[in-house]
């Protein structure tokens, strides 16, 4: 059965008016050509939805029972095909699911969540934890926001970049390379904890180590960066992470940090999102929150201004 949608307006303007002649002023068309959708709507349901009566017309006991029904329809659809309206965060009531690097929530999940409360009380927050392999979570919807040291492959995948971080190398109080200059021959010959979620015990640091002849012994991977860094408090293993994104549990812990005697760029942090979402006023909210949020580690006076334990030696 083909329904003509444009009957719902017809049918909602009739029951509003109880004439031919008040439904086809109000929707701009001709007397006759609402007698017309009238018609269709009598065939389409089976009843004749205005008689008349004397003068005038009154609505069948059919047309009372879905008057209401109509309009609400005819209202949501509206809504449904008209351009979005502004945003209205006290009202809003939504669930985000948010997957980031455990060091990033850890250093900026809190801030997030008591942004989100302030300015949207009705918003839920999920945050996920990274899985040990790659998903289409975003694709299939199940994730709205995900954090990424890369740019994505899939061209239908949004992404931002919203700060760079330094690597440096996290060590125990008291540690043997905290005395003196940290050169990059003792970085080498120390014994090293990588973080990794597959479990790898090779990354780009070995490959830089390579090309100058060096090699590094790499003892264990662990799975997240607060992992790693409680090994590397109760050990003398040697941890390298980025900065700002592990400097507040580094803190909580006690670690020193050392500059790492190598030059590697900068490691990049993105924000990733579905092009599902570009137009989505509520999504753009949060992504815009997270990144002020985000960004706050990078433009922390201590971010640039705290000096390091030591300097390295070259």
Do not use: C
Not at 47 to 53: H, Y
Not at 281 to 292: G, I, V
Request: glycine share 4%; no cysteine.
């Amino acid at each position: 059965m083909q329904l003509d949608l444009n009957l719902l307006t017809a049918l909602d303007a009739l029951l509003e008016e109880g004439s031919v002649a008040g439904a086809a002023a109000r929707l701009h068309v001709t007397a006759p050509a609402m007698s017309r959708s009238l018609g269709r709507i009598r065939k389409a349901t089976g009843d004749q939805i205005l008689v008349r009566t004397g003068r005038s017309m009154v609505p069948t006991i059919r047309a009372l029972a879905i008057r209401a029904q109509v309009h609400t329809l005819v209202q949501q659809a509206h809504q449904l095909l008209s351009a979005q309206r502004e945003l209205d965060l006290a009202a809003l009531e939504r669930v985000f699911t948010v997957r980031w690097h455990d060091a990033l929530t850890a250093a900026s999940g809190t801030a997030l969540i008591t942004a989100v409360h302030r300015q949207a009380p009705g918003v839920r927050l999920r945050l996920s934890a990274e899985p040990a392999t790659d998903d289409a979570e975003l694709r299939r919807g199940e994730v709205d926001l995900e954090s990424s040291s890369s740019t994505p492959a899939l061209p239908d995948i949004r992404h931002r970049l919203v700060g760079k971080d330094r690597l440096v190398v996290a060590v125990r109080p008291g540690h043997p390379l905290t005395e003196g200059p940290l050169s990059l021959e003792r970085y080498a010959a120390a014994e090293h904890l990588t973080v990794s979620r597959r479990g790898s015990l090779r990354d780009p640091i070995d490959d830089a180590l390579t090309t100058r002849g060096l090699e590094r012994r790499v003892t264990a991977a662990g799975p997240t960066a607060a992992f790693a860094l409680q090994l590397a408090l109760e050990t003398d293993l040697v941890v390298t992470l980025p900065d700002a994104v592990t400097r507040t549990a580094r803190d909580q812990l006690g670690l020193a940090a050392l500059p790492l005697p190598l030059p590697l760029p900068d490691v990049p942090l993105y924000l990733l999102w579905h092009q599902r979402y570009d137009d989505d006023r509520a999504h753009t909210w949060l992504r815009d929150l997270a990144t002020e949020t985000v960004q706050a580690l990078f433009t922390a006076p201590t971010a640039t201004q705290r000096p390091l334990t030591n300097q390295t030696s070259q």
